[in-house]
């Protein structure tokens, strides 16, 4: 599959002078409930409601959704408000059901994302559709397996293709619920300019109060639109209460929200931003000669230690350095999780230097 313009058509025939915003429940929970949201969210930025059917739980014994009654209701927000709608589909029967009741853009969730067999099997239920379809990220942080949802869709003849990212799990606890790696989904828009990406603050955040921090980042980042779990009453909400954001927050969050251009056009702007990209060129050009420079220097630790018989490893020596260099980071701004990032890349590429003149033969 290749970038191309057509990738973004559906998302372009809609004419927003804005990101794409969905919006809605995690989960429908009763008709009211659905069509309060959606009349609260009629005169918004949102142009699609969002509500989950059925809901794939960690843990069996939650609340796994209200199942294909809750399809009727999404028709008649529909119906009510001229909203679009989307929801999940995790199986073939699913697809049938959002299709029988015309469903506008379906999503493929991230625990589905993982297993290639399952969304071939989706894919086959939706061949030739031209309803979009949007892919979330797997849940492991895996740029191939997001990639390879999006190439079967599109080998299935579906050509409205999106994705979304939600955030990646990891074991370790951290401020988000999944974490963002905003690496992957940069990498990804580097290789598909053209195919929609829409961000899911709520399941990164797992909590409301950094939603707009994480919207403004995907703006930044040029991102096509958000996805953001909204409630009427998000407190007593069903499933994931600690994370929506009532329809008021997120009327209020568009105003707020900094769209920036992707492209400047005054002179002035131009040439000064000129100047700063060299800059940084110098630097960057700096960067590599340096770590050039110190991998040398492992390489000749590395034939000491095989003359002298010593492991690669050096552990106290290697804590002494990370601690050393956390503080120094701290005196130029840069911060402990970043600092340790780029330490541990360092000192994996000298292991591996060392492990190559060690096994010379
Ligand atoms: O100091 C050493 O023994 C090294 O081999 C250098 C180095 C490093 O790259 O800083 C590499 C591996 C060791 O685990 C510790 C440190």
Known sequence: MENKKELRTWLNKMELDHPL???????????DQLLNIAHQLKDSDATVLRAGIWKPRTRPGNFEGVGALGLKWL???????GMKTTTEVANANHVDLAMEHDVDILWIGARTTVSPFIVQEIAEALRGTDKPVLIKNPVNPDLSLW?????????????????????????????????????????LQNRFPDLPLILDPSHIAGKRDIIF??????????????????????????????????????????????????????????????????????????????????????DEIGRLKRENNV??????????????????GEDHNLSEEFVLRIYKAIHQESINHQKKVVNEV
């Open 147 to 187: 990639l390879g949802a999006v190439e079967r869709m599109y080998k299935a003849d579906i050509p409205n293709l999106g994705v979304i990212h939600r955030g990646f799990s990891t074991y370790e606890k951290t401020r988000y619920r999944n974490n963002p790696e905003w690496q992957i989904p940069i990498d």
């Open 311 to 328: 492991a690669i490893l050096q552990s106290r020596r290697w804590n002494e350095i990370l601690g050393k260099m956390i503080l120094e």
């Open 75 to 81: 028709q008649r927000a529909k119906e009510e408000t």
């Open 21 to 31: 915003v969905i919006a809605g429940p995690c989960s429908a929970e009763t008709e």
């Open 213 to 298: 921090d994480l919207c403004q980042t995907a703006l930044d980042l040029n991102f096509d639109g958000l996805m953001v779990e909204t409630h009427h009453d998000p407190e007593n909400a069903w499933s994931d209460a600690a994370q929506q954001i009532t329809p008021d927050s997120l009327k209020q969050m568009t105003i707020d929200l900094r769209i920036r251009k992707q492209e400047g056009d005054e002179v002035e702007f131009r040439n000064r931003l000129s100047t700063q990209r060299t800059q940084i060129d110098v630097l960057d050009h700096k960067l590599i000669e340096l770590l050039g420079k110190r991998m040398k220097i492992s």
